[in-house]
């Protein structure tokens, strides 16, 4: 596998991200891609190193920095909304001359996909491990979700080292979690590493879902893929995870046993293997 740091800039960002490139065996005329986006706060690389590794159906696989998490950033200060970061990716895409892809989204990142596809159609597989959308098929829940995603931003705002916010943060995307102290505190000076892109990146969740609830609650995937949701998430995400299954005409739902939130981190050689064995069925 070859590695390459890009860094460009676009009309709103200033761009990077990394471009891995695997040796094929495959005959093909142009390149098979996977575009990778990442969740709130931890950058691209450190999130999908791990799962990269083990992914062999791909001859390209491109992970970007969401602006503000990690070494990229809006040229504006302006608080950016779920659409800055959807035009930021086809920004990207398009100076690469990306036309053509599959694309994975993780917790925040799988929003964004979602929207992307949604604006710019789908010319491939999506893959979409626990998307900060899909947390329940009832509103009044979607709603709370929101809210307690605007109040860890408010709070990671005021004081970015308030450890206690980003607990706050844990306990609602991964409420059965297996505790672990080390692992916790990891994480959290992970995310206070880009405290203020993690918590714009909240807030433009809250605010998608308090806009586009009635639309999450009963979304239908018009694509081709897999959603993944951890054995140890709320069983009220598992059960919107299934219900997508069943409603959609070509998706599938995985429960990835032993796993919370943390997936995309803990289980990377379960989550490849069902991505490349998807896309070998084509």
Not at 13 to 31: D, F, K, N, T, V
Request: aromatic share 10%; with cysteine.
């Amino acid at each position: 596998m070859e590695k390459h740091q890009i860094n460009c800039r676009t009309a709103s960002c200033q761009q990077h991200a990394l471009l891995l490139q695997y040796p094929s065996l495959r005959e093909a005329s142009a390149p098979r891609r996977l575009l990778l986006l990442h969740g709130a706060g931890v950058p691209g690389e450190v999130t999908w190193t791990y799962v990269a590794n083990y992914l062999h159906e791909w001859d390209e696989v491109l992970i970007p920095d969401f602006a503000g998490m990690g070494r990229s950033r809006f040229l504006t200060d302006s608080a950016p909304r779920l659409s800055d970061y959807v035009l930021q990716i086809r920004e990207l895409c398009e100076a690469l001359d990306w036309a053509e892809f599959d694309i994975a989204g993780y917790s925040f990142g799988g929003m964004v996909a979602v929207r992307y596809l949604q604006q710019y159609g789908s010319r491939g597989l999506c893959f979409l491990l626990e998307p900060a959308m899909l947390f329940s098929a009832d509103c009044g829940k979607i709603r709370q979700k929101a809210d307690d995603y605007l109040t860890v931003a408010d709070r990671v705002e005021h004081n970015p080292q308030d450890t206690e916010a980003y607990f706050t943060f844990l306990d609602s995307v991964s409420p059965q979690r297996t505790r672990n102290d080390k692992v916790d505190r990891l994480t959290i000076a992970r995310l206070q590493e880009n405290a203020q892109g993690f918590a714009q990146a909240l807030r433009a969740v809250s605010q998608m879902l308090m806009d586009e609830c009635a639309t999450y609650a009963g979304w239908i995937a018009p694509w081709a893929g897999i959603s993944f949701v951890g054995g140890l998430s709320h069983a009220t995400m598992q059960g919107r995870h299934r219900l997508l299954a069943e409603q959609s005409a070509d998706w599938q739902c995985h429960v990835v046993a032993n796993a919370d939130h943390s997936l995309v981190f803990t289980k990377p050689r379960t989550i490849a293997k069902v991505m490349n064995e998807r896309r070998q069925q084509g």
